[in-house]
């Protein structure tokens, strides 16, 4: 019995000794894996700062800045397809070939005007009388100084054309009872003068005014300005009497839900967009008015247009009605160019609208 009690006591000694022996060993194992981790740690913060700063650089490199990736969106944003390039490069061809046809369209069309006037029998003849340098030069001051009038006379007509055109075209655009009586004389008005001739106005102001009382003298420039301010409100009248119909009643309305008057709506409102509606046709009209101012030549009035004819009368050459002429196209051409210019960006501000 002793000696089965001994031996287990012997061996749990021996499994004690074995395991001391495995702890030791593990142990010693965890303090040279400790030694070497510190060692190593030492060698990594020597190296740390090179290390960071390399990591940095290639980090930013490799990471894309603010400005590059709003570029790069601006980019992608408006990047154009190829199909869009091939219809832009088959454009800019057609647009190529359109001005090479239209220039030599042109130079065709003056060498076949140049060869027909220079194999006329008569082109020296006429040559020396309507395109003669002497009597160009000689007739170019008197015509200049009456030049002056006219631009003098233009000036009155086109403040006086606005008022007048204004009031006739605010009374036929109203809805008031009161303003009836006003409004059937507006109507018969512009119904009379756009039926007159111009020249006629002129002959009947002109002349049918001074008899009122031939005591007193009026300056024929008064007159005429008089006939081309009250001939030229009719068509003006109508002008914008079609541009204030064109504003869109929502516009009345969102005028007067914000508290404007009847009046305010109406000038503040409704007129600046009638005008801009109808500013092409204000200008043909102005441009017209320009050549017509010299009509007043009928009354006596020593304008570009008299002058030239005095000049004619002295020498019987007609030069100096090439030189009104050339003065009246210098005068009317920017207008006309801008005319131009505006009708053709509001036709583009109109087809931007349906763009997709």
Same mark, same amino acid.
């Given at each position: ?22 702890? $030791? ?54 990047? !154009? ?9 088959? =454009? =800019? ?20 005007? !140049? ?10 003849? +006429? ?33 006086? +054309? #606005? ?14 009872? !009161? ?15 756009? &039926? ?11 002349? &049918?005014?001074? &008899? ?14 008089? #006939? ?5 409100? #009719? ?9 204030? $119909? ?23 409102? +409704?007129?600046?967009? #009638? ?8 200008? $043909? ?7 017509? +101012? ?59 609208? &349906?763009?997709?």
């Amino acid at each position: 019995m002793t000696r089965t009690i001994e031996l287990p006591q012997q061996s749990r000694q021996v499994n004690q000794l074995r395991h001391s022996e495995h702890v $030791n060993t593990l142990n010693e194992l965890h303090n040279e894996l400790h030694e070497e981790l510190a060692e190593l740690n030492k060698h990594h913060h020597a190296l740390s700062p090179e290390t960071e700063k390399m990591e940095a650089t290639a980090h930013a490199a490799s990471t894309p800045t603010d400005a590059q990736r709003l570029k790069e969106h601006t980019v992608n944003k408006h990047a !154009v397809s190829q199909v869009e390039l091939e219809r832009q490069a088959y =454009r =800019r061809k057609q647009r190529n070939k359109s001005i090479a046809t239209s220039l030599i369209s042109t130079v065709i069309l003056v060498a076949v005007v !140049v060869v027909a006037l220079h194999n006329s029998p008569g082109w020296p003849r +006429v040559k020396e009388t309507f395109f003669s340098p002497e009597y160009f030069m000689k007739s170019l001051p008197a015509i200049g100084q009456g030049l002056l009038l006219n631009l003098r006379i233009l000036g009155f007509a086109v403040v006086g +054309v #606005a008022v007048l055109a204004t009031g006739l075209a605010l009374l036929r655009t109203s809805k008031s009872p !009161v303003l009836f009586p006003l409004r059937v004389l507006a109507s018969a008005y512009t119904t009379l003068m756009r &039926g007159i001739p111009m020249i006629v106005l002129l002959y009947l102001i002109g002349f &049918g005014i001074p &008899g009122l009382d031939p005591t007193h003298r009026i300056d024929p420039a008064l007159l005429g300005t008089i #006939a081309v301010v009250i001939d030229y409100a #009719a068509y003006v009248s109508e002008v914008l009497r079609a541009g204030v $119909n064109d504003v869109h009643p929502s516009q009345r309305a969102s005028a007067r839900s914000i508290g404007l008057s009847a009046s305010q709506t109406t000038w503040l409102v +409704v007129i600046p967009q #009638a005008i801009r509606k109808v500013t092409p046709a204000l200008m $043909n009209d102005f441009i017209s008015m320009q050549k017509d +101012v010299g009509l007043i030549s009928v009354l006596g009035a020593v304008d570009a247009v008299r002058a030239a004819q005095i000049s004619v009368a002295s020498s019987y050459n007609f030069t100096p009605y090439v030189v009104a002429s050339l003065m009246f196209i210098l005068m009317s051409v920017p207008f006309i160019i801008f005319s131009d210019w505006y009708s053709e960006r509001l036709r583009k501000r109109e087809l931007s609208g &349906g763009t997709v």
